[in-house]
Structure formats: structure tokens, C-alpha cells
């Protein structure tokens, strides 16, 4: 058995959390909107189509903002196509993902749907087949509130309050080779600082998102950032961060590690901002909006999903349709922990993606809905991450990893509420043979009258939630955790994510 200490004291903070960092993302990609999110014939669908078991699922998850239409599909989506008459929206080839998109929901529609799910709008414009003037017409469309063309356009189509969007990304992924409008640095970041300044004209309330690395692996990462800066430093708040990891050739060890390469990738970004803002000399600080991350098998979609031909076109294929495991889920559940460690800069996040895929909630087309592995640890942190993110003193035992080097066994962070006394704490074992008892010194807090832990953890770490088994993996009380005077004492087991509520 392995044994760590970690210390709490409510006087060292790493900074408030912003609710944003638990957001979530939906593109119109594979199953997602159609047959996931959108069913009008299933036993479950509201007067709008919308299933209501997913509408449930979401609200458990408590997802604050939602990044939307994508993603790759967005450098290739023309707004208009998606707003006004459905019997007269035009059905469009979507180019990113070889796939037909009827466009049957669209602006409107999921401004209800996400309504319904009590979570706001984050929207991303074209910058890859189109430009400034489309970016201006769909902010004036959506936020200004009547008396131009755009906005009585939008209370003719059954809309009369603005849709009020406040977090608006520069297109995506705009240093990826796949990414149609693909461009260097040097031109995205003029035609992005561009954008921004005229949307900025229109509205200056709007909160704006560069596109930064869409990997940290990038032959151009670091440098895409500190150019793309360079440019748009004073128009923008957020540089976007994109992460995902798979489990390859076996090597457990390593990808139970994978937040530790989360972490290097943010203090690499936050260092590169920081370089940026000096040499300008500004006061103004640029935060990260790490909006997609997530456990993706991504050789799986290029070996095994991966639409081809001229005259293929499917609508709604099953893309990317991810079955995780309970390691897939504390790995989860660390990156998850690794957002909050970074409180102080990553401000806004989105959890790539929702509904089937690459997602918490699955849905079998007049079916069932379950929920997924990855689902445990996102709804309960946040549902109990409150307050501040707290600076931690962890001391734990290391091994050996062969992509990562020497890693801690145990990771963590912990929250506390000063108007509540409310305190979390999020604990990851990567050991997968054996126990770690973790010792918390709760001495610096106020005593607290109830105590719960709850543990994500199998005999089989490849354990899965399926159509089949849709629970056989869920939350267990772990009884092992107890209060003596100052201190929490909790053994978690191995391969497992635990959450600890103190109050």
C-alpha cells in the first residue's frame, strides 16, 4: 500500500472558479444533434423533438455553456442555412466530417433546446470558407435587438429577444492541415484580429476566443500562439486550447498520466501569452478558454469510422461513438482536475463532446439513454466545485512512465466556499496494483458536520456502461473514509477517481 499527504488551508488560493470551465460542446457531427439530442418520433420527445431523458441527462451534468455549431463542420457552415421556414432550408455536404447535414435544427432550435437544459450559448463563426462580413451579420442577427435587416429578420423567424450570445470563438482549429480554410500563423491572426475589431464595433460587450493550438504535439505549437497573439492581443480575452487522449499500445501506465501533459500544455500557452503581453508592455492579462478536451480514440475513427467516397453522404452516421471504460473515466476525471489546478487562467472549457459523440450521454435511436463512465466525474465536480480552487501541499510516492518520465501516483486538488464553509476534494490513484491511503490535513478549515466520498473504480479497469449494461459501472460510497480531529484519512483504490465532500 502507498501512502500521501495533502494539506488544506482556505488562506492560499489559486483563484476563483468561473462556472464556464464546466461547459460542454455540440457539433453537428455523426449522431449528435440527430437521433441524440434531436429524435421528434422517440417516446421521450417535447412538442419540439427534443428527447427529454437526454434534456435530464444534461441538466444532471450541470453544463454551463455550450460551445456550438462546432468544431471542424463550422469552416465549412453558412449560418442563413439555419435559420427561418425548415421546409425551406437547404440540405448541404459537410465536408469535415463526409456527411450530409439537412439542417432541420438550427440556430433557433437549439437556443430552445439549450433553454431547456439551463445552459448558455458560446458560438463559433466561419473563418475558414468565409470572413469578417459573414462573422458581423450572424453577431447582428443573434444580439442586436431590433431595427436593423439581421434583427428583424431574426423576430420574423419567431425570435423576438436577441439570443444574446456572449462568447463568440474566431473560427477552429485554424493550424490544422485538416481544417478547411487552413491558414499560417501570420494569416489567421491578421484576418482574427480583423474579425474581432469589427464585431467588437458592433458590440463591445462580447467576450472573444483566438484560436489557439489544436494540440500541443503540433509541429507549430508555441509559436502559432505567440504570432497569433502578436496580432489579436488587445482585441481578444481567450487563446483556445484543444487536448485529447487515447490509451495506445497498452501502455496503461502512460495514459493514466495524461494530465500531466494537460498541465505542460497550459503553463506552456499561459507562458506564451505572458511573453506576449510583456513585450507589449500591456496591463491586460489573456486567459485560456480550453474549449474541447476529452478521451478520444482517434486512430479507432481514421482506422475504423472514417467515411469515403464521392457518392457516400450519409446522414447521421454513427461517428466517433466511444464506449469508455472506468480507466477512460479517472483519466477523466484527472483532466478534470487539471482545469481546476489552473483556475487562475483556464476561465471558460469544453467538455468535447455530449451525446453520443465522444460523450458522457449515449442513446440508442427509439431507445434508451445511459450514461457513460466519463459522466460520473463531470457531474459530480460540478456539482461540488465551489468557491476557490485551493493551493495544495502534496506529498505522494512516483513511478515510472514511459511517455511522461517519473509521475506522482496520486493527484488532487480541493475547493472550498468561503460563504458556505463548503470544501471538495478530487483525488486520482494511478497505481494500478495497489491502494494509496491519503491523509488530508483539514487543521486550517472550520470542523465540519458532514462528510461523504464517493469512488469510480472496477476489478476490471475496462469495465463499460453499454446498451446492454447501461450501469454496469456507477459511483461507490467509499466507506474507508473517515474524520479524526484534523485530519481526513481515505484509501483510495487502484485505478480510481474520488470525490470527498466536506461541510
Given at each position: 500500500m502507498h501512502n500521501a499527504?495533502?494539506?488544506?488551508?482556505?488562506?492560499?488560493?489559486?483563484?476563483?472558479?468561473?462556472?464556464?470551465?464546466?461547459?460542454?460542446?455540440?457539433?453537428?457531427?455523426?449522431?449528435?444533434?440527430?437521433?441524440?439530442?434531436?429524435?421528434?418520433?422517440?417516446?421521450?420527445?417535447?412538442?419540439?423533438?427534443?428527447?427529454?431523458?437526454?434534456?435530464?441527462?444534461v441538466r444532471e451534468m450541470g453544463v454551463s455553456t455550450i460551445r456550438y455549431p462546432g468544431g471542424n463542420f463550422v469552416s465549412g457552415f453558412r449560418w442563413e442555412d439555419s435559420v427561418g421556414p425548415r421546409d425551406e432550408r437547404p440540405t448541404r455536404l459537410d465536408l469535415a466530417w463526409h456527411s450530409t447535414e439537412t439542417n432541420q435544427v438550427g440556430m433557433h432550435e437549439f437556443a430552445s433546446w439549450l433553454r431547456k437544459v439551463d445552459s448558455d450559448l458560446m458560438l463559433a463563426v466561419n473563418l475558414?470558407?468565409?470572413?469578417?462580413?459573414?462573422?458581423?451579420?450572424l453577431l447582428e442577427y443573434s444580439n442586436?435587438?431590433?431595427?436593423?435587416?439581421l434583427a428583424d429578420q431574426r423576430m420574423a423567424n419567431g425570435r423576438p429577444d436577441?439570443?444574446?450570445?456572449?462568447?463568440?470563438?474566431?473560427?477552429?482549429?485554424?493550424?490544422g492541415p485538416w481544417q478547411l480554410g487552413h491558414r499560417s500563423a501570420e494569416d489567421y491572426g491578421k484576418l482574427a484580429a480583423i474579425t474581432a475589431r469589427a464585431m467588437r464595433?458592433?458590440?463591445?460587450?462580447?467576450?472573444?476566443?483566438?484560436?489557439?493550438?489544436?494540440?500541443?504535439?503540433?509541429?507549430?505549437?508555441?509559436?502559432?500562439?505567440?504570432?497569433?497573439?502578436?496580432h489579436t492581443y488587445?482585441?481578444?480575452?481567450?487563446?483556445?486550447?484543444?487536448?485529447?487522449?487515447?490509451?495506445?499500445?497498452?501502455?496503461?501506465?502512460?495514459?493514466?498520466?495524461?494530465?500531466?501533459?494537460?498541465?505542460h500544455f497550459i503553463e506552456s500557452v499561459v507562458a506564451t501569452a505572458d511573453h506576449v503581453k510583456a513585450v507589449r508592455g500591456s496591463s491586460k492579462t489573456i486567459n485560456i478558454s480550453f474549449d474541447e478536451w476529452n478521451v478520444w480514440y482517434i486512430s479507432r475513427f481514421e482506422n475504423v469510422d472514417k467515411i469515403e467516397g464521392l457518392d457516400n453522404w450519409p446522414v447521421a452516421p454513427r461517428l466517433l461513438e466511444d464506449c469508455y471504460s472506468v480507466a477512460d473515466a479517472v483519466v477523466f476525471g484527472n483532466l478534470m482536475i487539471s482545469l481546476l489546478k489552473h483556475a487562475d487562467r483556464v476561465t471558460s472549457a469544453s467538455l468535447a463532446q455530449l451525446v453520443n459523440v465522444i460523450a458522457p450521454i449515449m442513446t440508442e435511436p427509439g431507445g434508451p439513454a445511459w450514461r457513460q463512465t466519463t459522466f460520473f466525474p463531470f457531474s459530480i465536480t460540478s456539482k461540488l466545485a465551489q468557491g476557490s480552487v485551493l493551493e495544495l501541499k502534496l506529498d505522494a510516492g512516483t513511478y515510472e512512465t514511459g511517455e511522461y518520465g517519473v509521475v506522482p501516483l496520486v493527484?488532487?486538488?480541493?475547493?472550498?466556499?468561503?460563504?458556505?464553509?463548503?470544501?471538495?476534494?478530487?483525488?486520482?490513484?494511478?497505481?494500478?496494483?495497489?491502494?494509496?491511503?491519503?491523509?488530508?490535513?483539514i487543521a486550517a478549515l472550520d470542523g465540519f458536520s458532514t462528510m461523504t466520498a464517493e469512488s469510480l473504480y472496477d476489478t476490471d479497469v475496462?469495465?463499460?456502461?453499454?446498451?446492454?449494461?447501461?450501469?454496469?459501472?456507477?459511483?461507490?460510497?467509499?466507506?474507508?473514509?473517515?474524520?479524526d480531529g484534523d485530519s481526513v484519512t481515505i484509501t483510495l483504490p487502484p485505478v480510481s477517481w474520488t470525490a470527498v465532500s466536506l461541510a
Open positions: 499527504r495533502l494539506t488544506l488551508d482556505p488562506s492560499f488560493t489559486v483563484g476563483r472558479i468561473n462556472r464556464n470551465i464546466f461547459g460542454g460542446f455540440v457539433e453537428h457531427l455523426g449522431r449528435h444533434v440527430y437521433d441524440g439530442i434531436y429524435e421528434p418520433g422517440h417516446a421521450t420527445a417535447d412538442d419540439e423533438g427534443f428527447r427529454e431523458d437526454v434534456i435530464a441527462l475558414g470558407t468565409r470572413g469578417t462580413s459573414e462573422a458581423l451579420d442586436l435587438p431590433k431595427g436593423t435587416a436577441p439570443f444574446d450570445v456572449k462568447i463568440w470563438c474566431l473560427g477552429n482549429e485554424m493550424d464595433q458592433l458590440d463591445p460587450s462580447i467576450e472573444l476566443v483566438a484560436c489557439g493550438s489544436s494540440s500541443a504535439h503540433m509541429p507549430t505549437f508555441g509559436e502559432w500562439e505567440r504570432v497569433v497573439l502578436s488587445d482585441v481578444v480575452d481567450y487563446i483556445s486550447c484543444h487536448a485529447y487522449y487515447e490509451e495506445k499500445n497498452g501502455d496503461l501506465g502512460s495514459f493514466l498520466a495524461s494530465a500531466v501533459d494537460m498541465d493527484d488532487a486538488v480541493a475547493t472550498h466556499d468561503d460563504e458556505t464553509g463548503a470544501t471538495a476534494v478530487f483525488l486520482v490513484n494511478r497505481s494500478q496494483t495497489e491502494e494509496t491511503t491519503v491523509t488530508i490535513d475496462y469495465a463499460k456502461n453499454t446498451l446492454e449494461e447501461p450501469e454496469r459501472v456507477t459511483m461507490k460510497t467509499n466507506t474507508s473514509a473517515t474524520i
